[in-house]
């Protein structure tokens, strides 16, 4: 059975960084584009970033800049660093691999933006 693992949510003050983890078995995951989502309380889950095999990234608009995908195929595991963190921010950051037509989901790992 695939697994995807985040960690490293939290809270966090505006303006400040957390780096988000996803560590995934049971996947060749080398050839999965990796991406994180997010979805906030009435919202629906909108793609933040992704980041393919070949290493070709994509970013939302409301986050470029800020925000950067990597991936290290080595420990299985995709990384997202946020920076210059927002209030509307705060969500709920899943993880998502995707290869063709499988996709699979992480549980999800809370963010919250606040003072």
């Known amino acids: 059975q695939v697994l995807l693992v985040e960690s490293g949510g939290g809270l966090v003050q505006p303006g400040g960084s957390l780096r988000l983890s996803c560590g995934a078995s049971r996947i060749t995951f080398s050839i999965y584009t990796m991406g994180w989502y997010r979805q906030a309380p009435g919202k629906q889950r909108e793609l933040v970033a992704s980041i393919t095999g070949s290493s070709t990234t994509t970013y939302a608009d409301s986050v470029k800049g800020r925000f950067t995908i990597s991936r290290d195929n080595a420990k299985n595991t995709v990384y997202l660093q946020m920076n210059s963190l927002k209030p509307e921010d705060t969500a709920v950051y899943y993880c998502?691999?995707?290869?063709?037509?499988?996709?699979?989901w992480g549980q999800g790992t809370q963010v919250t933006v606040s003072s």
């Open positions: 998502n691999a995707k290869s063709g037509s499988l996709g699979f």
